[in-house]
């Protein structure tokens, strides 16, 4: 793979290919006001936005901004649709062929056939080898402060230049990140933010693995772990990635990045892991409690939906049975007042 991006931004403007990226952007969202207006006139709305982005008079809409509460409080904001479907087209045909394929292996966020699983899995794999091999090691456990709230525009930018040496893709994506006035801040909510993010850490990664060479080392967006065999390489280690942030990214680590001995267990992606089992947080489990008795409640009004309840029900079960939940799932079936209800069969301990 060519290590620039060359001559590659006008082949893009395919009208096929913005039909792609409508078609991305409109799933479940078929039913939105903004979505069917789009769609009365799609292929001339469509090539509008082509032309736009082909004479550069292309400008980013205004953001609606709204708050979301779980997992923790934070400011989401959403964009008009046209732009969502430029953010499809943008990520899809210049972010993930040509930028991702260099992401190293231990990156799991955001990137097709990982995921959190694969993370917890492979972190697992790596505590075992170091339990085989050392008996005794220390874990590293970073993350960082308000990450989303604190990259650096230009940085981000810089990084990018790296591999866009096409003008009119530069000036693009110039154009996408600088989308307001800030010059810090990426909004959550944006399809670019996800993948920005993850190759602004993407620097981090190789600082890691080639630099500091740190064989066992894992990173899901911004939370990061690394394995090595004593406290004293663990306090050295860390010290080295906290000047790196610092200084190269212009962000902090968060106050509660640590480094602990093995036999604790390690937290990550909704699990307690250790080199034999894993456990879920308790937060997880607080969660799906909260939500029987909302449901039990919603239940004795005649007012539960079913559906939802099989969705976040069947999204908890795939979530919580990776580790040892028999008996919980036990207990929590029994809670639900609605559990012999024929609408309800999916609730069993299978």
């Not at 810090?184 to 630099?211: C, M, R, W």
Request: glycine share 2%; charged share 30%; with cysteine.
């Amino acid at each position: 793979m060519s290590k620039t991006i060359k001559n590659v931004f006008v082949k893009k403007l395919d009208f096929i290919l913005f039909i792609e990226a409508h078609n991305r952007a409109k799933k479940s969202k078929m039913s939105k006001k903004e979505v069917l207006k789009f769609e009365l006139d799609l292929e001339t709305n469509l090539i509008n936005l082509m032309n736009k982005i082909k004479n550069g008079s292309y400008k980013v809409g205004k953001y609606r901004s709204f708050t979301v509460y779980e997992p923790k409080e934070r400011l989401i904001k959403s964009l008009p649709y046209c732009d969502r479907i430029v953010h499809q087209w943008y990520v899809e045909e210049f972010i993930k062929p040509f930028i991702v394929p260099r992401f190293i292996s231990d990156t799991y966020a955001c990137i097709e056939g990982r995921g959190t699983h694969k993370a917890v899995f492979k972190l697992q794999e790596y505590m075992r080898i170091m339990k085989k091999n050392w008996g005794k090691y220390y874990i590293v456990k970073c993350d960082i402060k308000k990450f989303f709230y604190n990259i650096d525009r230009n940085i981000l930018f810089n990084i990018l230049k790296k591999y866009f040496k096409d003008k009119k893709l530069l000036a693009f994506t110039h154009k996408i990140i600088f989308d307001n006035d800030e010059t810090v801040s990426i909004p959550i909510g944006n399809y670019t933010s996800q993948y920005f993010a993850n190759i602004y850490l993407n620097e981090l990664d190789h600082y890691v693995k080639e630099k500091l060479k740190i064989k066992y080392y894992i990173r899901y967006m911004d939370d990061f772990i690394f394995l090595v065999k004593t406290k004293e390489e663990a306090k050295y280690y860390k010290d080295c990635v906290e000047n790196f942030v610092n200084n190269r990214l212009n962000l902090e680590l968060n106050p509660k990045s640590k480094y602990f001995p093995n036999h604790l267990g390690i937290e990550f992606c909704g699990y307690k892991i250790y080199e034999t089992h894993l456990l879920l947080k308790r937060r997880c489990k607080l969660k799906i409690k909260r939500n029987i008795n909302k449901w039990n409640k919603l239940y004795l009004e005649d007012r539960l939906d079913s559906n939802k309840v099989m969705m976040c029900w069947n999204s908890w079960v795939a979530h919580s049975e990776k580790a040892c939940n028999y008996n919980l799932k036990k207990i929590l079936i029994g809670k639900c007042i609605f559990k012999d209800n024929p609408n309800y069969s999916f609730l069993k301990t299978r």
